[in-house]
């Protein structure tokens, strides 16, 4: 009898263990603003750019209650990188950003806030927008870079949450294809970390 209930009790400990598994998993959707800073550089180029609105799917599974990993997927709607070669050729691009990225989370917990701290590889495919805003024959390009990150999750339910988050990409200035073996070349050897400012609700399951 004794044997038949350790028996019972393990099992109901490992449905337990397996349904708080379960449950380590949260999915969230933000809004997100993209903004690519200014850009001087070593090859005469200049790169403006103005900031754009997007969406931002991500999905997060917990490996310890104070760890997760995270996988994104973000879009933007538009924003235009003006290049500008030697004070004289103006080259703009109206382009969306796709962002393809994972991270490691790192979180805290004080009552119901839970700030927390992220980093991880991505992949920004910069997609140009044929219409009046891109003159030039630009092509599609992918970046890899860096994702990093700090933001807070105020829980509103034990199923829902609110989050606030600054994010940036670290990601070499993209050339759409307009490098030196073209007319207009864009390169510009250096760096983006393009700041993206953003808010969104998790649902946790």
């Known amino acids: 009898m004794k044997k038949i209930v350790l028996v019972l009790f393990l099992l109901a400990g490992f449905a337990a263990a397996g349904r708080a598994q379960e449950s380590r998993q949260d999915v969230s959707l933000s809004g997100i603003g993209l903004i690519p800073p200014f850009i001087a550089s070593s090859t005469d180029v200049q790169v403006h750019s103005n900031a754009a609105l997007g969406v931002l799917a991500s999905y997060r599974f917990m490996l310890t209650p104070n760890s997760a990993i995270e996988a994104n ?6 924003n235009q990188y003006t290049y500008l070669i030697s004070n004289s050729l103006r080259v703009p691009i ?4 796709m962002e393809i990225s994972g991270a ?3 979180s805290f917990t004080f009552k119901k806030f839970n700030p927390f701290l992220e980093a991880g590889p991505t992949a920004l495919i910069f997609i140009p927008i044929r219409n009046l805003g891109t003159d030039v024959d630009a092509k599609q390009q992918t970046g890899i870079g860096v994702l990093y990150g700090g933001g807070v999750a105020y829980e509103i339910s034990p199923s829902f949450d609110i989050r606030a988050e600054y994010r940036a990409y670290v990601t070499k200035v993209p050339t759409f294809g307009l490098g030196s ?3 207009e070349n864009l390169t510009t050897n250096k760096w983006f970390n393009i700041y993206v400012p953003t808010v969104g609700v998790a649902y946790h399951f």
Not at 73 to 78: H, K, L, N
């Open 73 to 78: 997927y973000g879009i933007t709607y538009q």
């Open 94 to 97: 109206q382009t969306r950003t």
């Open 104 to 106: 490691f989370v790192r």
């Open 181 to 183: 073996n073209s007319t």
